[in-house]
């Protein structure tokens, strides 16, 4: 299986920080890459699908890049209603993979 | 727009069953794979299965392999993940979400990003 180490495991940042998480493939997954934003007690919610593209509707301060075995999520100006846990889901192989999650909490 | 209803909350014995049903509202399956997620309390998530329903293929997690069944019946457009020889550590909550599916230029099935989730199932394994 590929496993996903996504880092920090938690963050807190004033709100107006840019916040930034990342993502290690244990192998090349070239952009097979997507991040997910779960509120607590709700299903997870796409936000980022191949590596870099925006899903629809979701605010353009969120933003991811890379490829290959390294990725990067951004929020480019943190928002009180960004608080949530982020996760990064590999697809290019069965298993999918998560990574183990980022709690981001406000300073 | 799609949504993806599942059913309630089950309370089970170690050692039973369970069967989850996750019907899409307002469209169907056609050209979608229904994947299971679960998640257990305070930890991160776990892809457990898929089915593709117009293909009649499913793969599942190798660490599940032969506890967990996940279905389909397209007259319906219903999905179903069934569980056996349930443990405590089984209590989690229970996701379906959709992802399309196509094939790229070489004739390979590849499958776009989980796009829509179900609202959850917890199911609690507990004597």
């Known amino acids: 299986d590929i496993q996903m180490t996504q880092s920090p495991s938690s963050l807190s940042a004033s709100v107006g920080d840019r916040v930034t998480i990342t993502c290690q493939a244990s192998q090349d997954i070239s952009n097979y890459l997507n991040w997910y934003q779960q509120k607590p007690g709700k299903a997870p919610k796409l936000l980022i699908y191949d590596a870099s593209n925006l899903e629809t509707g979701v605010p353009s301060r969120f933003s991811g890049s890379g490829s290959g075995t390294d990725f990067t999520f951004t929020i480019s100006s943190l928002q009180p209603e960004d608080i949530a846990t982020y996760y990064c889901?590999?697809?290019?192989?069965?298993?999918?993979?998560f990574g183990g999650g980022t709690k981001v909490e406000i300073k | 727009q799609v949504q993806l209803v599942q059913s309630g909350a089950e309370v089970k014995k170690p050692g039973s069953s369970v069967k989850v049903s996750c019907k899409a509202s307002g469209g169907t399956f056609s050209s979608y794979a229904i994947s299971w997620v679960r998640q257990a309390p305070g930890q991160g998530l776990e892809w457990m299965g898929r089915?593709?329903?117009?293909?009649?293929?499913?793969n599942y997690a190798q660490k599940l392999q032969g506890r967990v069944t996940v279905t389909a019946d397209k007259s319906t457009s219903t999905a179903y993940m069934e569980l056996r020889s349930l443990r405590s550590e089984d209590t989690a909550v229970y996701y379906c979400?959709?992802?399309?599916?196509?094939?790229?230029?070489?004739?390979?099935?590849?499958?776009?990003?989980?796009?829509?989730w179900g609202q959850g199932t917890m199911v609690t394994v507990s004597s």
């Open positions: 889901q590999q697809y290019d192989n069965l298993p999918t993979t």
């Open positions: 089915v593709i329903p117009t293909l009649g293929i499913a």
């Open positions: 979400a959709r992802a399309q599916y196509y094939y790229d230029r070489s004739g390979n099935l590849r499958f776009e990003a989980i796009d829509i």
